[in-house]
Nanobody, 125 residues
Framework: VQLQASGGGLVQAGGSLRLSCAAIGGTFRDYVVGWFRQAPGKGREFVAAIRWNSRHTYYADSVKGRSTTSRDNANKSVNLEMNSLKPEDTAVYYC???????????????????WGQGTLVTVSS
């Protein structure tokens, strides 16, 4: 499956943003879709994940309570809504997907076979 992430932009601290990850030419049925981010000068880190079939979600401690990932059946996409944004949330956000990933690997980028191109989120103070 090909992935296309969108929705990034510039937002003030305390604001909200919704990112979307679309499945191009397919669907996310039977997939786990993960969100990762990479801040300038840092490695890629896990943000959130959702198992499409069960809608079970998983979050990094850094965004738990401020972010929600959900599936959008109509648009065959997965959304990541982020609230109370902080300057430290500034990063390129990537979505990734896998049909074979196991739960213990959800937070690891190596568990995902397919990646989108990334969308930049900039949070100004």
């Amino acid at each position: 499956v090909q992935l296309q992430a969108s929705g990034g932009g510039l937002v003030q601290a305390g604001g909200s943003l919704r990112l979307s990850c679309a499945a191009i030419g397919g669907t996310f049925r039977d997939y786990v879709v993960g969100w990762f981010r990479q801040a300038p000068g840092k490695g890629r880190e896990f943000v959130a994940a959702i198992r499409w079939n069960s809608r079970h979600t998983y979050y990094a401690d850094s965004v738990k309570g401020r972010s929600t990932t959900s599936r959008d059946n109509a648009n065959k996409s997965v959304n990541l809504e982020m609230n109370s944004l902080k300057p430290e949330d500034t990063a390129v956000y990537y979505c990734a997907a896998s049909r074979t990933i196991i739960v213990s690997s959800y937070r690891s980028e190596s568990g995902y076979a397919y990646w989108g191109q990334g969308t930049l989120v900039t949070v100004s103070s």
